[in-house]
């Protein structure tokens, strides 16, 4: 995942207000603290403290298995084996690479999917062994998302240690290409053909700390390629220049005005073309990244960026008489934007089990698999997995899992809560 910035305080959110409105017993705002009074949720969550050792040890076996972008196949089936041995049902791979497994309630509906991804950012052949100094671990993608992977386990099995029966059904998935390149097609897949209309609520526990994302940052990325007939420096003089055109529609982006609010960011990431110093390229490249937590602000940027690379061409073209410049525009990553509101019914319930659990409240803006959900019009939240870490997408990430039990009792009594109708 990616964290952009914490933005919203527990005052934003109107917690001032909290505790007037505890008498509604089914308002999700003392659903939190009604369910932790049952034995049954009470045991599960205090379960997961003592099981902490064993989510450690889940952690480090999941990571040492590589899970390259669209190579996560072994991590699966391991997850797979470790999702059986929990108790659950009907465990199974679907098409994509995720990995479901099903815990039913009284009924199929509301059906909860509680979620980590698999992949990795690291390529194959990375180191992926596991160094441990007492509860500090480091490795590559130890927290990021391996943590989140073992908090689903620690989930289904305290709910099954402490016999929890919900109403609606709770369905664990850990899903494929949630990284950059993988482009959500994990999610996409599970929300569009695996589960189509069939995912009421969706969680994730994507990231360290305790913090709560409930905006998705939406990204567009495209990779631009301009054409032309190329020839040399000096003899074909006058022949259209991709290089040029490149710059031309780099200095249109670069003055892009953009709002602050919601913060919307653009990014020429990488160029390229050419072939000597004293020839005219044949062609030159940009891969760009547009960004915004809106995605009516995403669609107005992309329509700037896309004018830009056609305003560039026809300038080189003009300036040369010539009709033989091209661009071709590939997306290359499309992930929508969503956001829910603070006074939404999953938003509500999230801050009611932290309160209940004494955790801090945190609310902040980023991109992961909730995304998808999120355009669709499904509740979603990405949960922290607790502890804390550092250097994420690097070799040497580090995840530091003392207490790091809190943020597992904090999955387990969202779970529950978001499996009540
Ligand atoms: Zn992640």
Redesign the pocket.
């Known amino acids: 995942?990616r964290r952009t910035a914490s933005i919203l305080s527990a005052a934003i959110l109107g917690l001032a207000g909290f505790s007037t409105i505890a008498a509604a017993q089914q308002r999700p705002a003392d659903l939190g603290a009604a369910l932790l009074q049952t034995p049954a949720v009470r045991a599960a969550v205090d379960f997961a403290k003592t099981d902490e050792l064993r989510t450690i040890d889940d952690q480090i076996k999941i990571c040492e298995v590589e899970a390259p972008p669209f190579q996560e196949a072994k991590r699966a089936e391991l997850y797979a084996a470790l999702l059986r041995e929990t108790g659950l049902k009907n465990v199974r791979i679907d098409a994509e690479g995720n990995v479901i497994a099903e815990r039913p309630g009284a009924a199929a509906r509301p059906n909860v999917v509680l979620s980590a991804?698999l992949d990795t950012v690291f390529p194959r052949g990375t180191n992926v062994k596991v160094r441990r100094d007492g509860y500090v671990l480091r490795g590559a993608g130890i927290s990021?998302?391996c943590r989140?992977l073992a908090d689903v386990l620690a989930v289904a099995r305290a709910l099954n240690k402490a016999g929890v029966s919900t109403p609606g059904t709770i369905t664990f998935v850990a899903t494929v290409g949630?990284?950059g390149l993988g482009d959500l097609r994990g999610v996409k897949r599970l929300f569009n053909e695996t589960l189509k209309d069939k995912i009421d609520r969706f969680l994730s526990i994507?990231?360290e700390g305790l913090g709560v994302t409930h905006i998705a940052i939406g990204s567009a990325r495209f990779r631009v390629t301009f054409k032309g007939p190329g020839g040399h420096s000096f003899g074909s003089f006058g022949v259209v220049n991709p290089i040029h055109a490149l710059g031309r529609a780099m200095a249109r982006i670069a003055d892009f005005q953009v709002p602050n609010s919601p913060r919307t960011t653009f990014n020429i990431g990488r160029i390229g073309g050419g072939t000597s110093i004293n020839a005219i390229s044949a062609d030159a490249w940009m891969e760009v990244d547009l960004r915004s937590g809106d995605m009516t602000s995403l669609r107005a940027l992309e329509k700037q960026f896309r004018q830009a690379v056609a305003d560039a061409v026809a300038q080189e073209n003009t300036r040369w008489n010539s009709s033989a410049l091209t661009a071709n525009i590939e997306v290359v990553g499309m992930r929508p934007a969503g956001r829910l509101p603070s006074s939404a019914p999953i938003v509500q319930t999230a801050i009611s089990v932290s309160k209940a659990l004494s955790l801090p409240i945190s609310f902040s803006e980023g991109s992961?698999d909730a995304n998808l959900p999120l355009s669709l019009g499904i509740p979603a939240l990405t949960i922290d997995a607790g502890g804390r870490g550092s250097g994420a997408h690097t070799e040497n990430e580090t995840y530091d899992a003392t207490d790091a039990w809190r943020g597992t009792q904090r999955a387990i009594l969202l779970t529950v809560a978001l499996a009540q109708p």
Request: charge should be negative.
């Open positions: 995942m991804h990021d998302d989140g949630e990284e994507d990231g992961t």
